[in-house]
């Protein structure tokens, strides 16, 4: 899941992009509204989390620019205390949810993966299925028929991606950059090495396999077709 962290308090920032990533987001900070706008208009971000005061634009009129520009995607806006008419405004342009601060990073976790079990037409999803597969937003477990399987903050996030686009075909290029937030050479293997040990852990002690490699295209994850 990609998010973008719009603050020009540098420490704030810094620390929240961390946070995040070290949470299994793939996180990019910027420091000012312009920015802010430019990138979220053009990346395919799940999430913005906005600060109001901001210079140059501050937080309402990114958002509203970003809504008249058709973007959907959810805002987290991030507000001083004593700024409750920021609440009140923010809400009307149609954030999706506003903290004060300063608040905890726990906190701010817990708001964002609310937010994104939402989902897009606004109706909570809490676990994603595919055939015996589960992987639990809420509490970050995966299990498969059952059975417990542990993973690494970025294999949930790989198999969040690929469960969340269940049957799609989804390139390599898409993966590194949701990911892992970058781009990577053509002959880098670190998305192939992590995808050998997902599949490792999902796919090796099963007679169904849901991960395939689709050849010179990328990889999907399907539930197998009944036999007919
Ligand atoms: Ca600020």
């Given at each position: 899941m990609?998010?973008?962290v719009?603050e020009?308090?540098?420490?704030t920032?810094?620390?929240l992009?961390q ?5 299994g987001?793939?996180?990019?900070l910027?420091?000012?509204g312009?920015?802010?706008l430019?990138?979220a208009?053009?990346g395919?971000?799940d999430l913005?989390?906005?600060d109001?005061?901001l210079p140059?634009?501050?937080g309402w009129q990114v ?10 995607m959810p805002?987290?806006f991030?507000?001083?205390k004593?700024?409750?008419q920021d609440?009140?405004?923010?809400l ?5 949810d506003?903290?004060?601060?300063p608040?905890?990073?726990?906190e701010?976790?817990?708001r ?5 079990r939402?989902?897009?037409n ?5 676990v994603l ?10 509490r970050?477990r995966?299990?498969?028929?059952g059975?417990?399987i542990d ?9 969040e991606l ?6 799609e075909?989804l ?14 050479d053509?002959?880098?293997n ?5 995808m ?5 852990k999902i ?7 849901l991960?395939?490699?689709?050849r010179?295209m990328?990889y ?5 077709q009944?036999?007919v």
């Amino acid at each position: 899941m990609k998010i973008l962290v719009v603050e020009d308090e540098i420490k704030t920032g810094e620390y929240l992009r961390q946070g995040l990533r070290e949470a299994g987001f793939n996180a990019d900070l910027v420091r000012n509204g312009v920015d802010g706008l430019h990138l979220a208009k053009s990346g395919d971000y799940d999430l913005v989390i906005l600060d109001v005061m901001l210079p140059g634009m501050d937080g309402w009129q990114v958002l509203s620019k970003l809504r008249r520009h058709g973007r959907e995607m959810p805002v987290l806006f991030l507000t001083a205390k004593d700024q409750v008419q920021d609440r009140v405004n923010g809400l009307e342009l149609g954030a999706d949810d506003y903290l004060i601060k300063p608040f905890s990073f726990a906190e701010l976790l817990a708001r964002v993966r609310t937010i994104l079990r939402r989902g897009r037409n606004g109706t909570e999803v809490t676990v994603l299925q595919v055939s015996d597969l589960e992987l639990d937003l809420l509490r970050r477990r995966v299990n498969r028929s059952g059975k417990r399987i542990d993973l690494t903050a970025k294999e949930f996030g790989l198999l969040e991606l690929l469960m969340r686009r269940q049957g799609e075909i989804l390139p390599r290029s898409l993966i590194a950059s949701q990911v892992w937030g970058m781009n990577f050479d053509s002959d880098s293997n670190v998305i192939e090495v992590a995808m050998r040990r997902l599949r490792a852990k999902i796919d090796d002690a099963y007679d169904t396999k849901l991960i395939q490699t689709v050849r010179g295209m990328g990889y999907v994850l399907e539930a197998p077709q009944e036999p007919v």
